[in-house]
């Protein structure tokens, strides 16, 4: 029985919250496939907001509000999955770097790539190389991405990476970075994986890394 | 028997009227008293529970209102920086303005290659020089954040000593722990000649920032009280932009930014009342497209001369503000637009300390032709500024009677009253060009932003500081950041 997510997808890049998690339910109660609502009924638009946004057709408010649109509805679908079954992209660990209390743009990124249908665990503010690594061992994430506004503290994502490597967790996490101060030349210079200069280009940069779409 | 003279009046710009200024006011003193703020130093929470704040969660406080009303009185109402020869330089009170730059960025636009870079030492002390090349620049900023420090963590202290050696002009720093403050507090007293010369003549001010909404890091109160009780003039201003860390709308922004900066100020007064405090949140947008703070937009110019108007109808403290800055990536149309735009308006509504003038990218690169050209547009609205003086030598009747009598041969441009008056009453551009097309073109075709290049190049080589750092002066600077 195919069941027609197109509704759900508009209210999601429309920014209805009430539209799309009626949407979401009717689905639901018709008898969709849980992951396949989530594939193609929400993920599928939040692509349709990225390549807007990325065009300018779209503001952050807008996008935000999208995001949280497909939050609402995932909340709705959670309980629909069988333990265990919600396949998402990857996870991601996210933290504004050791000393460093700016967190604007980290928290955009973390709200794309939920959107993108990643799992984000965020450390917020002022994260120790230390504290960066036991999460990375604990959670086993794909991705690590940090964060910094000052180029005082940029040297924390060096020491964040060498922490990683001490523990013998390196090649067992991609590492992003940004930041206003930060460039894909330091992002070389510390052994980073990748830099991406803004929400839109994280998304792409983490499927990129871990080769998915 | 002459009359009296007719005073020239000189344009002003009012964008808020008394109603609205209260509005905001009362809106913020709500925001202290029933919001509240988050202090996260231990010092500065006892000093404000002890003075009557009220404790609520963690490190939360309320603060009454009758504590903004004491701070803002006991405030002085003239900041006097001096230049670090000792002499008067900038009055910082009611509608006196003084131009300057701006602090750390990133990347430079190299001078000589054009090339966006990232910042060197040597970039510090060569926008200081130009600052105190340019007749309308009054402090200097560091416009880096130079990578090639020996010790990093040092950064701040290293900036200011580089200032120091190319600028006698006041300087406005930044910094970031209380020991950066302390050397640099140190190195102000070498050149000031001790503490008690540095605090009877200040050349410095202190630029941090709270974070909002309504944080308060332990850190930045920390060098919030050092000033104080040292009596560098300082400036606290929150970035309480639009959309991000302040409502969107213009009036919520400027309520939140003025909260914060009371609640500065009233910390600074209780920790030494009287010392000086420079006014005013920095309340400009993020972009919704990019999520930039931006450094072009009308908004942040709106709500400085909001700032200035409100100064006027309540606060009375001396006002930071910003100018002549732009989030154009290069020195083109877009950049002088922006940069114009908020040069004129910060001077029409009387800002009274306007920094960051010669920003490109909303200050993540600095340009030294920016600078210059920047000193020409600060020149051309000062012009204007200046009004009309309407006097019987200005309505040359006289004058006009003698053209007049010249028949049909008789023009101005030959007169007597056109040579005697004609620098006073015109605006003489430099770099502005106003040259017929083959005159332009013989002399290379160049934009401003290559003639401005020229310019600074010059300025650069041949500008010598009245006097220069003395040697044993630079020794003792040269052995304390040996020493840290």
Same mark, same amino acid.
């Given at each position: 029985?195919?069941?027609?997510?197109?509704?759900?997808?508009?209210?999601?890049?429309?920014?209805?919250?009430?539209?799309?998690?009626?949407?979401?339910?009717?689905?639901?109660?018709?008898?969709?496939?849980?992951?396949?609502?989530?594939?193609?009924?929400?993920?599928?638009?939040?692509?349709?907001?990225?390549?807007?946004?990325?065009?300018?057709?779209?503001?952050?408010?807008? =996008?935000?509000?999208?995001?949280?649109?497909?939050?609402?509805?995932?909340?709705?679908?959670?309980?629909?999955?069988?333990?265990?079954?919600?396949?998402?992209?990857?996870?991601?660990?996210?933290?504004?770097?050791?000393?460093?209390?700016?967190?604007?743009?980290?928290?955009?990124?973390?709200?794309?790539?939920?959107?993108?249908?990643?799992?984000?665990?965020?450390?917020?503010?002022?994260?120790?190389?230390?504290?960066?690594?036991?999460?990375?061992?604990?959670?086993?994430?794909?991705?690590?991405? =940090?964060?910094?506004?000052?180029?005082?503290?940029?040297?924390?994502?060096?020491?964040?990476?060498?922490?990683?490597?001490?523990?013998?967790?390196?090649?067992?996490?991609?590492? =992003?970075?940004?930041?206003?101060?930060?460039?894909?030349?330091?992002?070389?210079?510390?052994?980073?994986?990748?830099?991406?200069?803004?929400?839109?280009?994280?998304?792409?940069?983490?499927?990129?890394?871990?080769?998915?779409? | 028997?002459?009359?009296?003279?007719?005073?020239?009046?000189?344009?002003?710009?009012?964008?808020?009227?008394?109603?609205?200024?209260?509005?905001?006011?009362?809106?913020?003193?709500?925001?202290?008293?029933?919001?509240?703020? &988050?202090?996260?130093?231990?010092?500065?929470?006892?000093?404000?529970?002890?003075?009557?704040?009220?404790?609520?969660?963690?490190?939360?406080?309320?603060?009454?209102?009758?504590?903004?009303?004491?701070?803002?009185?006991?405030?002085?109402?003239?900041?006097?920086?001096?230049?670090?020869?000792?002499?008067?330089?900038?009055?910082?009170?009611?509608?006196?303005?003084?131009?300057?730059?701006?602090?750390?960025?990133?990347?430079?636009?190299?001078?000589?290659?054009?090339?966006?870079?990232?910042?060197?030492?040597?970039?510090?002390?060569?926008?200081?020089?130009?600052?105190?090349?340019?007749?309308?620049?009054?402090?200097?900023?560091?416009?880096?954040?130079?990578?090639?420090?020996?010790?990093?963590?040092?950064?701040?202290?290293?900036?200011?000593?580089?200032?120091?050696?190319?600028?006698?002009?006041?300087?406005?720093?930044?910094?970031?722990?209380?020991?950066?403050?302390?050397?640099?507090?140190?190195?102000?007293?070498?050149?000031?000649?001790?503490?008690?010369?540095?605090?009877?003549?200040? *050349?410095?001010?202190?630029?941090?920032?709270?974070?909002?909404?309504?944080?308060?890091?332990?850190?930045?109160?920390?060098?919030?009280?050092?000033?104080?009780? &040292?009596?560098?003039?300082?400036?606290?201003?929150?970035?309480?932009?639009?959309?991000?860390?302040?409502?969107?709308?213009?009036?919520?922004?400027?309520?939140?930014?003025?909260?914060?900066?009371?609640?500065?100020?009233?910390?600074?007064?209780?920790?030494?009342?009287?010392?000086?405090?420079? *006014?005013?949140?920095?309340?400009?947008?993020?972009?919704?497209?990019?999520?930039?703070?931006?450094?072009?937009?009308?908004?942040?110019?709106?709500?400085?001369?909001?700032?200035?108007?409100?100064?006027?109808?309540?606060?009375?403290?001396?006002?930071?503000?910003?100018?002549?800055?732009?989030?154009?990536?290069?020195?083109?149309?877009?950049?002088?637009?922006?940069?114009?735009?908020?040069?004129?308006?910060?001077?029409?509504?009387?800002?009274?300390?306007?920094?960051?003038?010669?920003?490109?990218?909303?200050?993540?690169?600095?340009?030294?032709?920016?600078?210059?050209?920047?000193?020409?547009?600060?020149?051309?609205?000062?012009?204007?500024?200046?009004?009309?003086?309407?006097?019987?030598?200005?309505?040359?009747?006289?004058?006009?009677?003698?053209?007049?009598?010249?028949?049909?041969?008789?023009?101005?441009?030959?007169?007597?009253?056109?040579?005697?008056?004609?620098?006073?009453?015109? *605006?003489?551009?430099?770099?502005?060009?106003?040259?017929?097309?083959?005159?332009?073109?013989?002399?290379?075709?160049?934009?401003?932003?290559?003639?401005?290049?020229?310019?600074?190049?010059?300025?650069?080589?041949?500008?010598?500081?009245?006097?220069?750092?003395?040697?044993?002066?630079?020794?003792?600077?040269?052995?304390?950041?040996?020493?840290?």
């Amino acid at each position: 029985m195919t069941i027609d997510l197109n509704p759900l997808s508009e209210a999601v890049i429309k920014g209805n919250i009430q539209a799309a998690t009626q949407e979401a339910q009717k689905a639901l109660d018709g008898g969709g496939d849980p992951q396949t609502i989530l594939d193609q009924g929400l993920i599928a638009a939040m692509d349709i907001v990225g390549q807007r946004f990325a065009a300018g057709a779209m503001f952050v408010p807008q =996008m935000l509000r999208s995001a949280k649109t497909m939050q609402a509805c995932v909340a709705l679908l959670k309980p629909a999955f069988q333990a265990g079954t919600v396949s998402s992209k990857g996870t991601v660990v996210m933290g504004t770097v050791k000393a460093d209390l700016h967190d604007i743009g980290k928290n955009l990124v973390a709200m794309m790539l939920e959107g993108a249908g990643f799992t984000i665990i965020d450390m917020g503010v002022d994260v120790p190389p230390e504290a960066f690594v036991k999460t990375v061992s604990e959670k086993s994430p794909e991705i690590l991405g =940090m964060s910094a506004l000052l180029s005082t503290t940029m040297p924390a994502m060096k020491a964040t990476i060498d922490a990683l490597k001490d523990a013998g967790l390196r090649d067992k996490v991609k590492v =992003m970075i940004g930041g206003a101060p930060v460039t894909a030349k330091f992002a070389g210079e510390i052994g980073a994986d990748r830099y991406a200069p803004d929400a839109g280009s994280a998304v792409a940069a983490a499927k990129e890394l871990l080769q998915t779409s | 028997m002459d009359n009296l003279p007719i005073p020239t009046f000189q344009p002003r710009l009012k964008v808020l009227d008394h109603r609205q200024a209260l509005a905001i006011h009362t809106a913020a003193l709500e925001i202290l008293e029933k919001t509240g703020i &988050k202090m996260e130093n231990d010092r500065a929470r006892k000093l404000l529970v002890d003075a009557g704040a009220k404790p609520f969660d963690t490190d939360w406080l309320r603060i009454p209102a009758f504590l903004v009303e004491a701070a803002l009185r006991s405030a002085p109402r003239q900041i006097l920086l001096y230049d670090q020869n000792g002499d008067k330089a900038m009055a910082l009170r009611d509608d006196h303005f003084f131009f300057g730059t701006g602090s750390d960025t990133t990347f430079t636009l190299d001078l000589e290659s054009g090339q966006r870079r990232g910042c060197v030492l040597n970039d510090t002390g060569r926008f200081a020089r130009l600052v105190d090349a340019l007749p309308h620049f009054s402090f200097a900023m560091s416009m880096s954040n130079p990578q090639d420090i020996p010790k990093i963590e040092f950064i701040y202290v290293y900036t200011f000593a580089e200032m120091l050696r190319n600028t006698n002009k006041p300087i406005v720093f930044i910094a970031d722990r209380l020991e950066d403050m302390r050397h640099i507090h140190e190195l102000a007293c070498m050149v000031a000649g001790g503490d008690a010369a540095l605090r009877q003549k200040p *050349f410095i001010l202190n630029y941090s920032e709270a974070i909002s909404p309504l944080r308060f890091p332990a850190h930045v109160v920390d060098r919030l009280m050092f000033c104080a009780e &040292k009596e560098i003039p300082i400036c606290l201003p929150s970035g309480s932009n639009a959309g991000g860390g302040a409502p969107v709308t213009l009036a919520g922004a400027l309520a939140l930014g003025i909260a914060e900066n009371l609640a500065g100020l009233i910390i600074h007064q209780l920790t030494r009342r009287g010392a000086p405090f420079l *006014f005013g949140p920095n309340v400009s947008v993020l972009d919704m497209k990019s999520t930039v703070v931006s450094y072009g937009c009308p908004e942040w110019s709106l709500t400085q001369a909001a700032l200035a108007d409100m100064r006027d109808e309540i606060y009375g403290l001396p006002i930071w503000s910003f100018g002549g800055a732009t989030d154009a990536k290069v020195v083109d149309a877009q950049a002088g637009a922006e940069a114009m735009f908020s040069i004129v308006t910060a001077m029409l509504s009387r800002c009274n300390l306007i920094h960051d003038v010669g920003y490109l990218e909303y200050g993540s690169t600095s340009s030294l032709e920016m600078v210059t050209l920047a000193d020409e547009l600060i020149a051309m609205a000062r012009h204007f500024l200046k009004g009309i003086p309407v006097n019987r030598e200005t309505l040359a009747l006289e004058a006009l009677d003698r053209v007049k009598s010249a028949g049909t041969r008789g023009i101005f441009l030959t007169d007597d009253h056109t040579f005697e008056h004609f620098e006073e009453a015109l *605006f003489l551009p430099e770099l502005l060009d106003r040259s017929r097309y083959d005159a332009w073109m013989a002399e290379g075709g160049q934009d401003l932003y290559r003639r401005s290049n020229a310019k600074a190049r010059s300025l650069l080589e041949t500008h010598r500081l009245e006097p220069e750092m003395d040697a044993g002066l630079n020794d003792e600077i040269e052995a304390l950041l040996q020493r840290i």
